[in-house]
């Protein structure tokens, strides 16, 4: 396998998420966030983001997966709910990568059923051409071509995550 070149820098990424953060502080301000990370792909930008965000914040998880390889599943699954109960919360969605769309469309279906008071949704990356379910984002790091990405908490066959930018990963045959 290959990883090429950075698509998305270190020092692009840093900026990103200051400048994300900062638009999210403005927009609570005097309100208390519960910042939800959906694991395992969001965890590095999710500890990046909060730690700029300067309002009293919460943290809770969820973890879902839909992907095998570089290839979705179509079909998400849910491994393990929130702790929190988000009634009446203002809740921000922590998401690393939206695709088609069906992940993020079906985790805010069944936190919006739980009745929070406000729901916002903050991806880091948006594959928008790859788009099947249509899903509001709020917050959007970065716009990316449709390429199978890796690091910064995504990976391949749970590899890759820990790398501190982003690549395009190619299989080598
Ligand atoms: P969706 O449900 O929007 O199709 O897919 C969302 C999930 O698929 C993401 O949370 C992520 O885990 C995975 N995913 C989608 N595109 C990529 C990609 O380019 N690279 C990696 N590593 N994961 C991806």
Redesign the pocket.
């Known amino acids: 396998m290959i990883i090429g070149k950075p698509l998305l820098s270190t020092e692009e990424i840093q900026k990103r998420v200051r400048q994300l953060a900062e638009e999210i502080t403005e927009d609570y301000q005097d309100r208390e966030l519960l910042a939800v990370g ?1 694991l395992r ?2 965890f590095m930008f999710f500890a990046d983001l909060v730690r700029h965000i300067r309002v009293p914040l919460k943290v809770d998880f969820i973890v ?4 095998v390889k ?1 290839e ?1 599943t179509g079909e ?1 699954k849910i491994h393990c709910d929130l702790r929190e109960d988000v009634r009446g919360k203002d809740v921000l969605l922590v ?10 469309s079906l985790i805010r279906k069944k936190i919006l059923e739980k009745g929070p008071s406000s729901l916002k949704v903050c991806a880091f990356l948006d ?1 928008r051409e ?1 788009r099947v379910v249509d899903v509001p984002i709020d917050y959007r790091g970065f716009v990316i071509p449709n ?4 690091g910064y908490g ?3 066959e749970d590899q890759y995550r820990n790398l501190p930018y982003i690549s395009i ?1 190619k299989k080598s045959i």
């Open positions: 959906i792909g969001a879902a997966s839909s992907y570089t979705t998400v998401e690393d990568i939206v695709d088609t769309g069906l992940t993020l594959k790859r390429e199978f990405v890796v995504l990976d391949y990963f």
